[in-house]
Nanobody
Framework: QVQLVESGGGLVQPGGSLRLSCAAS????????YGWFRQAPGKEREGVSC????????YYADSVKGRFTISRDNAKNTVYLQMNSLKPEDTAVYYC????????????????WGKGTLVTVSS
């Protein structure tokens, strides 16, 4: 059974940092592209960052470029989102998602999704 579990969310002050983790089970991460998405209250879900499973191609939303970094540890079957210089507008529930096809992940149509972890940026 494929399962994705996000962790690492919480309350942080503006300018602070958090590292989100997404632990995967039931499959081998090596063969999947994955991404991080977020949904703020009253807003639609948006893509934050994605990384391919083949050529290392990455995508970052303009709003997070230079602040967020996506990475993976295949040995631990875990993907990460390092978030620095956090802003109040980064407040949202963050989800990880995976799919064998990178373009499908970028399009927000990944086959598997976690249940999310809440990030709140506030003073």
């Amino acid at each position: 059974q494929v399962q994705l579990v996000e962790s690492g969310g919480g309350l942080v002050q503006p300018g602070g940092s958090l590292r989100l983790s997404c632990a995967a089970s039931g499959f081998t991460l090596d063969y999947y592209a994955y991404g991080w998405f977020r949904q703020a209250p009253g807003k639609e879900r948006e893509g934050v960052s994605c990384i391919s499973n083949s050529d290392g191609n990455t995508y970052y939303a303009d709003s997070v470029k230079g602040r967020f970094t996506i990475s993976r540890d295949n040995a631990k079957n875990t993907v990460y989102l390092q978030m620095n210089s956090l802003k109040p507008e980064d407040t949202a529930v963050y989800y990880c998602a995976i799919d064998p096809d990178y373009r499908t992940v970028v399009a927000g149509m990944a086959h598997y999704w976690g249940k999310g972890t809440l990030v709140t940026v506030s003073s």
